[in-house]
C-alpha cells in the first residue's frame, strides 16, 4: 500500500524555522514530482512547493525565499525547509506527489507559527 508520512509540524514563533520531511514509497517517489501542500485553518489545500525527479524547484509566491524543497532518491524522502516562519503560515503540511493523487493524502502535519 502506498504511503506518504509526513512528520516536523511544531508550534514555533514568527521568524522561527522548521523542516519538514515526508517519507514516500519507492514505487511513487522515482517516477513522480513530489510536492508540499498546506491547507490554513478554514481555507482551501495549495501548494506551497514542487521538486522535480530531476531537482528542478517551484514555489508559491507567498513562500519564494524563505522555504526550500529538496528530495533524497536514496531516502525516498522529501524535506521542506522553512525560514523565517509568518503567522499566515500555519496550516496543516501535506505531501503528494504533483498533480496530487487524492488517494496518497496522508494526515499531515500541523505547523503553528506564534506572533
Known amino acids: 500500500q502506498v504511503q506518504l508520512v509526513e512528520s516536523g509540524g511544531g508550534l514555533v514563533q514568527a521568524g522561527g524555522s522548521l523542516r519538514l520531511s515526508c517519507a514516500a514509497s519507492r514505487r511513487i517517489f522515482s517516477i513522480n514530482t513530489m510536492g508540499w501542500y498546506r491547507q490554513p485553518p478554514g481555507k482551501q489545500r495549495e501548494l506551497v512547493a514542487s521538486v522535480t525527479t530531476g531537482d528542478s524547484t517551484n514555489y508559491a509566491v507567498a513562500v519564494k525565499g524563505r522555504f526550500t524543497i529538496s528530495r533524497d532518491n536514496a531516502k525516498n524522502t522529501v524535506d521542506l525547509q522553512m525560514n523565517g516562519l509568518k503567522p499566515e503560515d500555519t496550516a496543516v503540511y501535506f505531501c503528494?506527489?504533483?498533480?496530487?493523487?487524492?488517494?496518497?493524502w496522508g494526515q499531515g502535519t500541523q505547523v503553528t507559527v506564534s506572533s
Open positions: 503528494n506527489v504533483y498533480p496530487p493523487f487524492q488517494g496518497f
